[in-house]
C-alpha cells in the first residue's frame, strides 16, 4: 500500500464529509510558511529575492495554529524559507498533532537524497 491506511481513512473521511454537507471547496493541504527566512543559497531560488521585505516576518504560534483550525484541512505541510530554523517550531507539531493534523516531515531542498554524516 503507497500510503498507511490511517492516513488514507482521515483524508478519505474528510471528504465525504464536505461531499455530504455540499461544501462547494475545501482544502486536502494547509501550506503553513511560519517564516521566509532560509539559511540556504540554493542556485537558481529567488526567495531571498522574492521574499526580501519579509524575510523577517514570522508568524506566531498562535497565528499558526489558529490557521490550522480555520482551514480545516486534515493534513498540514510546513514550508517556507526554512521551517526547521522557526524557533517555536517544536511547540507547533506538537499543536498540530494534538488538533489530530498529518504533518509529513519536510528537509530543505539541497539535503534531497542525502544522508546526514556523509
Known amino acids: 500500500m503507497r500510503f498507511p491506511l490511517a492516513l488514507t481513512a482521515k483524508i478519505a473521511r474528510h471528504i465525504i464529509r464536505h461531499k455530504v454537507r455540499r461544501t462547494p471547496?475545501?482544502?486536502l493541504v494547509l501550506q503553513l510558511e511560519p517564516?521566509?527566512?532560509c539559511n540556504l543559497t540554493c542556485t537558481g531560488c529567488g526567495r531571498i529575492r522574492e521574499y526580501s521585505t519579509s524575510l523577517k516576518d514570522m508568524m506566531s504560534?498562535?497565528?499558526c495554529l489558529g490557521s490550522a483550525v480555520?482551514?480545516?484541512?486534515?493534513m498540514v505541510s510546513i514550508c517556507?524559507?526554512?521551517p526547521l530554523i522557526y524557533p517555536k517550531?517544536?511547540?507547533?507539531?506538537?499543536?498540530?498533532?494534538?488538533q489530530e493534523?498529518?504533518?509529513p516531515r519536510r528537509r530543505p531542498g539541497i539535503a534531497?537524497?542525502?544522508v546526514e554524516g556523509s
Request: glycine fraction near 12%.
Open 35 to 37: 517564516l521566509h527566512t
Open 112 to 114: 534531497h537524497g542525502e
Open 61 to 63: 504560534l498562535e497565528d
Open 89 to 98: 517550531i517544536e511547540e507547533l507539531i506538537a499543536g498540530l498533532l494534538e
Open 25 to 27: 471547496r475545501f482544502a
Open 101 to 103: 493534523r498529518i504533518v
Open 80 to 82: 517556507g524559507g526554512e
Open 70 to 74: 480555520e482551514c480545516d484541512a486534515p
